[in-house]
């Protein structure tokens, strides 16, 4: 996972992706009486760029992390404005005796009790999966959903993950040759089409899974990582967002938005829709200063503003509170 600094703690993050509208181009879905379509995806570079997305950036650890809490909250955060419901997808927090909650299974709680809003995780520590239980459990949460899931990835850290704790490898180009190989065989399964892989740290002999995603080409994935290491951003130039934070752990200025996006775009062989997430914190408040706040961002490209809501992580009613005020833009 990703980790940037709050208060004085350093945490894990998620992410996600798009907005409601009536349009579909890139990730089209079949059209139902029963709710809206989704276009997740905005242009990062050669056509016009969408309004640009509101989503929270919600703990899956906390006295407030109960699924059923997540679920009501999300109702309110639909009839708030907001764009989107991403959920951490934290195993461990640090060595800390707090709840923690299945992300996969809240994602299922709220997306039953929604509409509307895109929902995803920021980030899954995808080397900790066996990837074809994921490609199943991303496909049900995609139809549970009518296809608003996103799936935010990355490694894992010893704060969310510690992969030596439970004897497994933590070197992390050990974690990266995994998610490589995870992501592959994921987007292999959900084509619906006979499958195999030989790699080296999975195979699968051939398989055809179905359902297939209801999202088409795939459920969109973002990848996170922390700029200015590159290797993150070759991975995500692959896939369909990033979700960047700036080593030793801080959040992201304007201008690290601006050098991921070229960096992406140089890297990037496909001209389709590419998501930029980021992390921050508005008031809720003075509307005014709020959009001063996070105009720089939108302006050097991010297409995602995901208000953290960590710091209320053991108040449903701090949380609540933030989210009734709505989106910053």
Not at 121 to 130: D, E, F, G, I, R
């Amino acid at each position: 996972m990703l980790p940037f600094v709050s208060s004085i703690k350093v945490v894990y993050l998620n992410n996600a992706d798009a907005r409601y509208s009536t349009r579909s181009d890139r990730y089209k879905l079949p059209r139902s009486p029963a709710y809206p379509l989704v276009h997740p995806l905005t242009s990062m570079k050669g056509s016009t760029r969408d309004e640009p997305r509101y989503g929270l950036y919600m703990p899956n650890f906390g006295k407030a992390a109960h699924p059923q809490v997540l679920a009501k909250l999300a109702d309110e955060a639909e009839k708030s404005g907001w764009d989107g419901f991403f959920l951490w997808d934290h195993l461990v927090e640090w060595n800390e005796r707090v709840p923690i909650y299945e992300t996969f299974t809240s994602l299922a709680a709220v997306a039953t009790n929604t509409n509307r809003i895109r929902i995803g995780t920021t980030v899954t520590p995808l080397p900790k999966s066996k990837p074809w239980i994921v490609a199943r459990q991303t496909v049900a949460l995609d139809h549970l959903s009518n296809g608003r899931l996103t799936i935010g990835v990355g490694l894992g850290a010893e704060e969310s993950t510690d992969y030596d704790r439970f004897g497994e490898v933590a070197d992390n180009r050990v974690l990266g040759e995994k998610l490589d190989e995870a992501l592959s065989i994921i987007a292999g399964l959900w084509t619906g089409k006979p499958f195999s892989h030989n790699g080296k740290h999975f195979r699968v002999k051939k398989t055809v899974f179905l359902p297939s995603p209801l999202q088409k080409p795939r459920i969109p994935i973002w990848v996170g990582g922390f700029w200015p290491r590159k290797g993150p951003f070759r991975r995500a130039a692959k896939w369909d967002g990033a979700i960047p934070l700036r080593t030793p752990g801080d959040l992201p200025q304007p201008e690290d938005i601006r050098q991921v996006i070229d960096y992406v775009n140089n890297h990037r062989r496909s001209r389709a829709h590419f998501d930029v997430a980021n992390i921050g914190w508005t008031s809720g408040v003075d509307r005014k200063k709020d959009r001063e706040k996070i105009s720089p961002y939108l302006e050097a490209g991010t297409t995602w503003w995901l208000e953290s809501l960590y710091t209320k992580q053991d108040s449903r009613e701090k949380m609540r509170e933030r989210i009734r005020k709505g989106p910053p833009g």
